[in-house]
C-alpha cells in the first residue's frame, strides 16, 4: 500500500468516517471514542514526519546482474553443459551474470556438486562429488 493512500484512509477514520463507504460512524463506534481518535492523529503526525522511503534498487548495487533473478530451464541446460565441459565457478559465475555462491547453489540443486558447507538445507543429490575433486 502506498504511504498516501494509508494516510488517506487514516485521516478518515480520524474524521469518525468509514473509509471505504464514506459514512459516517455511529457514536458508540470504537473509532468515535476520544482515545482512538488521539490514537490515530499521532499516527498521522508521525507519518507526516517520516521521510519517504528510498526506492529499492536491489540489496547490493555491486551485485552481479542477474543476482536473485529466477533461474530458466535454459540457464539450467546451459550451466550443466558449460560445467561439464569442464568449465569453473568463477568463470561461470562470470558467464551467467550471478555469484560463486549462487552457481555452487544451483549446481548442488541440479545434482551436479555437493551443497557448499554454508547452504543449509540442502541435501546432495545421489551420486554427486564434491567440487573439488572433480575440477
Given at each position: 500500500m502506498e504511504?498516501?493512500?494509508?494516510?488517506t484512509i487514516i485521516q478518515q477514520l480520524a474524521n469518525g468516517i468509514d473509509p471505504h463507504t464514506g459514512e459516517?460512524?455511529?457514536?458508540d463506534s470504537p473509532y468515535q471514542h476520544p482515545d482512538t481518535v488521539r490514537a490515530l492523529f499521532v499516527a498521522l503526525r508521525e507519518l507526516a514526519t517520516q521521510p519517504a522511503p528510498k526506492p529499492r534498487t536491489g540489496?547490493?548495487?555491486?551485485?552481479?546482474?542477474?543476482?536473485?533473478k529466477p533461474w530458466s530451464?535454459?540457464?539450467d541446460q546451459a550451466l550443466v553443459s558449460a560445467f561439464d565441459a569442464?568449465?569453473?565457478?568463477?568463470e561461470l559465475a562470470a558467464q551467467h551474470q550471478r555469484s560463486r555462491f549462487a552457481i555452487e547453489a544451483r549446481l548442488a540443486k541440479l545434482?551436479?556438486?555437493?551443497?557448499?558447507?554454508?547452504?543449509r538445507g540442502v541435501k546432495?543429490?545421489?551420486?554427486?562429488?564434491p567440487y573439488a575433486a572433480r575440477h
Open positions: 504511504k498516501q493512500a494509508a494516510v459516517v460512524f455511529r457514536a540489496a547490493n548495487e555491486n551485485a552481479p546482474q542477474n543476482a536473485g530451464g535454459d540457464e569442464g568449465k569453473q565457478i568463477p545434482g551436479k556438486i555437493a551443497p557448499p558447507a554454508n547452504m546432495a543429490a545421489s551420486g554427486t562429488a
